[in-house]
């Protein structure tokens, strides 16, 4: 599952290590230097302390403590040159540099086994999230798709945006989309809710049968999975379910309370507005649900996706506008619009996302593309 990535500008970490330990080399033979010129009138060796402080900042726990035994015998090499290793200031100073580099070290030994606790949580995350998602495969009748899944927490790599393509009875895809209220590892199991719901019921019933099906779900369920104690604010799910028929143009929409699709179609951009929407699973709902339909003719492209991607502020607070960027990229393929959306979002916001982000492309093929 593809999490939040950055696009340029990452030191290989090998490279990094190396050269803080060059860096920090360097600096003890400055003061050493610097140091036994000046003589006994001015005292430089606690300075030393500085590179065991920048190696636990950039490097491991073990190069650390390689770097802070160096600090500790430059400094014994110092008061020895300067004829004074057993004068009480040089045996202070000795003493001061050896606490502080021990304590340096033991902070980060702490921090490794903290990273490592955090890469597995990560690991965990990331297999938590296949098995959640299953993300959809990049051919699903006469569909191609690329899909996008981007977390605002850089702890987690998954978060409450869900998405799913499944095949239906009578030859057709069916398309979920939907966004949690909430981020993080709290939304996962709402999130759960719908997606189980969607793969049972996206076989059985016809679209407006299945959208019953997720709100009876959600109003069953979701009391039980949300986290009410932390978060006492209301709950509930925004989706977006379709049909796409394999034999026939016209795809049925139904909009429960989620931003519209983009169609692009012959290089123009219109957002599907649908004429009545639902309010969001988990939101009561007496009347019926509205089917909206439109033409989805080979060589279009539908773009899906959360309110995550439009709502991306830049620094200067303007919202990410998606259906026009969409209209000035080149739409040859999914992964290659989706491509641009990625690089063009990230370009937005300067890599910081306020709020977990999904997109889907699909595209129709064409019958000698099948």
Same mark, same amino acid.
């Given at each position: ?18 050269? $803080?330990?060059?860096?920090?080399? #360097?600096?003890?033979? @400055?003061?050493? !230097?610097? =140091?036994? /010129? *000046?003589?006994? %009138?001015? &005292? ?6 500085i ?7 950039? $490097?491991?726990?073990?190069?650390? #403590?390689?770097?802070? @035994?160096?600090? !500790?015998? =430059?400094? /014994? *090499?110092i008061? %020895?040159? &300067?004829g ?13 540099? $050896? ?63 869900l998405?799913a ?31 189980g ?12 049968a ?86 989805f ?48 979002l ?25």
């Amino acid at each position: 599952m593809e999490g939040r990535r950055a696009w340029a500008g990452r030191v290989k970490r090998p490279l990094l290590t190396y050269a $803080t330990v060059a860096v920090a080399l #360097a600096f003890m033979l @400055a003061i050493t !230097v610097t =140091d036994l /010129v *000046l003589g006994t %009138t001015v &005292h430089l060796g606690p300075f030393l302390v500085i590179a065991p402080a920048l190696a636990a900042s950039l $490097t491991t726990t073990r190069l650390t #403590a390689v770097v802070a @035994a160096l600090a !500790v015998a =430059d400094q /014994v *090499l110092i008061a %020895t040159l &300067h004829g004074g290793l057993g004068t009480t200031n040089h045996i202070a100073q000795i003493t001061a540099l $050896t606490v502080l580099s021990l304590l340096i070290v033991s902070l980060r030994l702490v921090r490794e086994r903290r990273e490592r606790a955090l890469g597995r949580a990560r690991s965990v995350a990331a297999t938590a999230q296949q098995a959640l998602l299953r993300p959809p495969p990049q051919r699903i009748g006469p569909l191609r798709v690329a899909w996008l899944y981007l977390t605002a927490e850089d702890e987690s790599q998954i978060g409450g945006d869900l998405f799913a393509i499944t095949r239906a009875a009578g030859s057709a895809s069916r398309v979920l989309i939907g966004d949690v209220r909430g981020k993080g590892l709290n939304a996962i199991a709402e999130a759960s809710v719908v997606l189980g719901a969607f793969r049972e019921g996206a076989r059985r019933y016809a679209l407006p049968a299945l959208t019953a099906a997720l709100q009876d779900s959600v109003d069953r369920d979701l009391e039980e999975v949300a986290d009410t104690e932390d978060d006492l604010g209301e709950h509930f799910i925004t989706a977006l379910v379709l049909d796409i028929a394999d034999d026939h143009t016209e795809v049925e929409m139904i909009s429960c309370g989620h931003p519209a699709p983009l169609l692009v179609h012959d290089r123009g951009v219109t957002t599907l507005q649908p004429d009545a929407p639902a309010p969001p699973l988990g939101v009561p709902n007496p009347a019926p649900v509205t089917v909206d339909r439109f033409a989805f003719t080979p060589g279009d492209m539908l773009v899906l996706y959360t309110d995550g991607v439009i709502e991306a502020r830049s620094p200067g607070g303007d919202f990410y506008p998606l259906a026009d960027r969409v209209a000035t990229f080149p739409a040859t393929d999914p992964d290659t619009l989706l491509d641009h959306i990625h690089r063009d979002l990230i370009a937005h916001t300067k890599d910081h996302l306020a709020d977990d982000a999904a997109l889907l492309v699909l595209e129709r093929t064409h019958p000698a593309q099948r």
